[in-house]
């Protein structure tokens, strides 16, 4: 079945930073996959998607691309923020699409 | 922007209680489901629902759950008999369309504490 492997944190960087979280998939025909996040005492929220090989997904400065040769789909982001303090989830649906696997989680903290 | 609203979003409980966790999903959204993430760990699909019925169902969701779509609006997941492993933080989400191609809209979720 479809399955997710993302890389364990947690993650500390500075204010300024580069970002890279690793996700890598495992999947029966080319699903989109899906970056959520989650801020302290919050739900999920998507993040970025992209939706076939070679898409490249990107929101609020982070940027995802869709690498089907290495079964990939690092997030990035050049400068990180304070703000962007939280756990990210890489994602991909089954292959009915009744639902998800999310991988485990990265948590990111930045340090002013 | 459009939210999915869950209530309460603390709920403590005996355990063997029965407890309801309620969401009102985004209004034209057709397709539900729950989620729960028990602290620290993975987010785990609880269900999936849609067209009045259940789409597909993990293996977590055994005999003691169900949820239902009263009305137009809530989507309700039960848990009959609460175990103390029952504490998590459960989400519900919707979608428009079918969430492998677009994503959910996650709730902030419902902390189940079970004493």
């Known amino acids: 079945g479809n399955s997710v492997t993302q890389m364990e944190g947690p993650v500390t960087l500075s204010e300024e930073a580069f970002l890279t979280i690793n996700c890598t998939y495992t999947?029966?025909?080319?699903?989109?996959l899906f970056w959520y996040v989650q801020y302290p005492g919050e739900g999920l929220q998507l993040l970025l998607k992209?939706?076939?090989?070679?898409d490249k997904g990107s929101n609020k400065g982070f940027e995802a691309t869709y690498r089907k040769e290495t079964t990939s789909f690092h997030l990035e982001k050049g400068s990180v923020q304070v703000s962007d303090s939280a756990v990210y989830f890489c994602?991909?649906?089954?292959?009915?699409?009744?639902?998800?696997?999310f991988g485990t989680g990265t948590s990111l903290t930045v340090i002013p | 922007e459009p939210e999915v609203t869950q209530t309460p979003s603390h709920q403590v409980t005996q355990m063997g209680q029965e407890v309801i966790l309620r969401c009102v999903p985004i209004?034209?959204?057709?397709?539900f489901y729950w989620y729960r993430q028990i602290l620290g760990q993975k987010v785990e699909f609880l269900v999936s629902?849609?067209?009045?019925?259940?789409?597909?169902k993990s293996e977590i969701f055994d005999d003691q759950f169900s949820v239902e779509r009263p009305d137009g609006s809530n989507f309700t997941l039960k848990i009959r008999s609460t175990k103390l492993e029952d504490s998590a933080m459960y989400f519900c989400a919707s979608s428009t369309n079918r969430g492998s191609d677009y994503g959910y809209t996650f709730g902030s979720g419902t902390r189940l504490t079970v004493v």
């Open positions: 209004s034209n959204h057709l397709y």
């Open positions: 629902f849609y067209n009045n019925e259940i789409s597909e």
């Open positions: 992209a939706t076939k090989a070679d």
């Open positions: 999947a029966t025909g080319y699903p989109s």
């Open positions: 994602a991909l649906p089954s292959n009915t699409g009744n639902q998800f696997y």
